[in-house]
Every structure is written in structure tokens, then in C-alpha cells.
């Protein structure tokens, strides 16, 4: 069975950055903050997204 890519590399990680900012511009407060992914890929972008958020907030002076 032949598989196709649906989303390149480039264009995921781009996705996953915009989400990131999104969340942090909607959130005041993100220390109340719950990312919930649902079995199986969606636990697995939760957990970029939450490696995200913290590089993000490092870099920023945040974390």
C-alpha cells in the first residue's frame, strides 16, 4: 500500500508555531492551562505543542 504525505515537514512545524501563539495571546493566565490530546496522534501534538509553548516563553521571559 502506497502512502501519501499530507503535510511536509515545513508546513507542520509552521502549524504547531502559529497554534503555539495563538494559545499564548488568548490565555492571560497560562499557568491554569490544560492541553489535552486524544489518542493517538493528537496526545503527540499536544506534547509539541506544550514544547513549544515553553521554548516560546523561555525566549521571552516568561518561564
Do not use: F, P, W
Request: glycine share 4%; net charge positive; charged share 30%.
Amino acid at each position: 500500500m502506497k502512502t501519501k504525505e499530507v503535510v511536509d515537514d515545513v508546513t507542520m512545524n509552521r502549524a504547531i508555531t502559529r497554534i503555539t501563539y495563538e494559545i499564548i495571546e488568548r490565555n492571560k493566565d497560562l499557568n491554569k492551562l490544560v492541553l489535552a490530546g486524544i489518542k493517538t496522534r493528537g496526545v503527540h501534538l499536544a506534547r509539541r505543542i506544550q514544547k513549544q509553548l515553553a521554548q516560546c516563553l523561555c525566549q521571552n521571559g516568561y518561564y
